[in-house]
């Protein structure tokens, strides 16, 4: 039962260890593997865009700025996309009057946005076919109710 | 034996009306409008010291369409738009980029209402010789009138040739061209006169001011206070180098918004 006398002071060890631990300025470092997007943006003659106002768009939605900065004195800009919404990301520079574009593929091909892309012929075309499939089922089965009505 | 029948019309009628909702149509309005800025609106100051206002800003405007472009269109490689979906405003029109007050909007060129709905990313236009009225036989005519040191001079400058601009996504504040259903979208031609005659608020090397001719090359063309002249006028009477500067800086006029275009010019 002498053990019972070690119980305060190894309490009082442990929670010493602790505190140590607790004020030595610890560091902690995580990771997570991302893939981020630089640009460079420079005018016709190559000089950079410095200062450069950047927006990012996200292809879930084009119209809204999803991310905005400004490049670096090299005319660089650095962002990490959203891994979830994959698509053609759309980086607009512009400065002092001068700016552009660019589109950047992520993730999977998926189109950004668009019209129905479907011409007046593919049209006609699918709903007839839509329409003969219907036909030819309604025929199928009315001539299988008359072969048995005659057998 | 009625019975087949009846199933028949009945998918029949069902079939359509399935096609009837998958089919309707998905359209908005499209505006196509011009701009020539506030260097336009406002006047400025050139390259070279000019208070330059403007009365009038006329040009026509033909075969003008925008387009849902796959690949998106790249002005500096220039070619033909790849596109999915296209609208073509019918007409050709001749406008004043100068209307309106300093704060006026963009002319509105025209719309078209029953555009398919998307992101219209692209878009063409021709700026061709007009036909008729008091612009005929040019297809930009610039009226104004230049100050400096006391000095005034009333210009119109009128151009011959024609070009052609093809242009990618607008590039400016906000995005333009997505066209909703039932909803209403609108897209740009931007034409930059700076590029003409420079702005003393750019640095001097400034590309834009290393390119444009400024208004000091057309002073020694006027005569008693007044420039009135067409593009064979301003050959014989500009210096071989600076109507070079004036033929070569033409074709960039044409933007969208702040984005570039290719230019082939007629």
């Not at chain 1, 950079?48 to 905005?68: F, N």
Request: proline residues 5%; aromatic residues 10%; charged residues 20%.
């Amino acid at each position: 039962m002498k053990w019972k006398w070690l119980v305060l002071p190894m309490s009082l060890m442990l929670l010493l260890a602790l505190t140590t631990t607790a004020s030595a300025h610890g560091a902690k470092i995580e990771y997570t593997i991302s893939m981020a997007v630089e640009i460079v943006a420079t005018y016709d003659t190559g000089s950079p865009m410095t200062g450069g106002q950047v927006t990012v768009y996200a292809p879930d939605d084009p119209a809204t700025p999803w991310l905005e900065g400004v490049c670096d004195e090299e005319g660089r800009f650095v962002f990490t996309p959203d891994p979830t919404k994959p698509g053609t990301w759309d980086v607009q520079v512009r400065q002092a009057g001068h700016g552009d574009m660019i589109h950047i593929p992520i993730g999977e091909d998926v189109a950004t946005t668009g019209g129905g892309g479907y011409s007046t012929f593919q049209i006609v075309l699918m709903s007839t076919c839509v329409i003969w499939g219907f036909v030819g089922t309604a025929l199928f089965f009315s001539r299988n109710r008359r072969e048995y009505a005659h057998s | 034996m009625r019975k087949p029948y009846h199933m028949l019309i009945v998918l029949v009628l069902l079939a359509l009306i399935i096609l009837a909702g998958c089919g309707g149509s998905e359209t908005g309005t499209l505006q196509f409008n011009a701009n020539g800025e506030d260097f336009v609106r406002q006047g400025f100051v050139s390259k070279d010291g000019w208070a330059i206002t403007f009365d009038h800003v006329y040009v026509t405007l033909a075969d003008v369409t925008a387009y849902q472009s796959d690949p998106p269109y790249d002005p500096h490689a220039g070619g033909e738009v790849e596109a999915t979906t296209q609208v073509a405003l019918d007409g050709i029109h001749t406008v004043d980029l100068a209307e309106g007050g300093e704060d006026a909007p963009p002319i509105l060129v025209g719309q078209v209402t029953d555009a398919a709905a998307g992101q219209y990313n692209a878009i063409s236009w021709r700026m061709v010789r007009a036909s008729e009225g008091t612009t005929a036989g040019y297809s930009l005519v610039v009226v104004g009138s230049a100050e400096k040191d006391g000095q005034t001079i009333s210009f119109t400058i009128k151009v011959e040739p024609e070009y052609t601009y093809t242009c990618g996504e607008y590039v400016g504040d906000k995005r333009k061209g997505m066209l909703q259903k039932d909803g209403a979208a609108d897209l740009e031609m931007t034409f930059h006169f700076d590029h003409i005659f420079g702005d003393t608020e750019t640095p001097l090397d400034d590309d834009l001011n290393v390119g444009a001719p400024g208004f000091e090359p057309f002073v020694g063309a006027a005569q008693g206070g007044t420039l009135d002249v067409g593009m064979p006028d301003l050959q014989a009477q500009l210096s071989a180098a600076d109507y070079q500067m004036v033929v070569d800086i033409l074709p960039t006029l044409g933007h969208v918004g702040e984005g570039h275009c290719h230019c082939e010019t007629r």
